[in-house]
């Protein structure tokens, strides 16, 4: 089993929908996680942290479930510019390494 | 400069030549991580410093392979006697603190093709 698992997708959605992405670790040590962006042949970028208690910003609500080992992404009222690779990252307790997922597709349409 | 810069961005190169990518991080920031990612992947771990100490270098995949940071500010990955299956994206990728190496910074990233 992969360290973090993520459903590649694509996801397809039209404008204004709610989409939800999860991803899976299997270190049930794990100790912080986190959300990145991946615009086509660009750089990753940072979109959020993932705190235990949740967390929100704007469109975007990130949570964490301990007890199944998995964190999730939810957007709401989707844009075309959300159109992106979302990939989740995860650090295992007393571990500097971060483990990314593959990412997961999500194309926003008219 | 603003963000995390790369050089060279594009690299093309003939099996068996040695390359030498070169990272610059975010001015102040301690951690600096290199990772190579292939294409519908995430990001690979290869090896992270703080300051200048390599801290862990465990995802290089062989002895080809060598990073410094001898200043603890610019790092260059080195790939020896290249091989065509070394042809990947590498990316470099910077942080304020090692405790905080999910939340980094990274560079537009190498795109190195060989030949």
């Known amino acids: 089993r992969k360290e973090v698992e993520q459903d590649p997708g694509p996801f397809n959605v039209p404008e204004g929908a709610t989409v939800a992405f999860n991803c899976t670790y299997s270190n049930s040590a794990s100790q912080s996680f986190f959300w990145y962006r991946q615009d086509c042949r660009k750089e990753p970028k940072l979109l959020m942290s993932v705190y235990s208690s949740g967390n929100e910003d704007g469109r975007f609500t990130a949570q964490l479930n301990r007890a199944s080992q998995y964190i999730s992404l939810l957007i709401r009222d989707s844009k075309l510019s959300d159109s992106a690779t979302y990939l989740c990252v995860v650090n295992a307790g007393g571990s500097y390494i971060p483990t990314f997922g593959r990412g997961t597709s999500l194309i926003v349409h008219p | 400069g603003a963000g995390v810069s790369q050089s060279p961005r594009y690299k093309v190169t003939k099996r068996g030549q040695d390359v030498a990518l070169r990272c610059d991080p975010i001015?102040?920031?301690?951690?600096l991580y290199w990772y190579r990612q292939a294409l519908g992947q995430g990001p690979e771990f290869l090896t992270y410093?703080?300051?200048?100490?390599?801290?862990?270098k465990s995802g290089l995949p062989n002895d080809r392979f060598s990073a410094e940071r001898p200043e603890g500010s610019i790092s260059t990955l080195t790939i020896q006697r290249t091989e065509q299956r070394d042809s990947a994206m590498y990316r470099c990728?910077?942080?304020?603190?090692?405790?905080?190496?999910?939340?980094?910074?990274f560079g537009p990233g190498t795109r190195l093709t060989v030949l």
């Open positions: 990728a910077s942080s304020v603190a090692e405790g905080l190496a999910g939340a980094s910074y």
């Open positions: 410093f703080n300051y200048e100490a390599q801290q862990d």
């Open positions: 001015s102040g920031h301690v951690s």
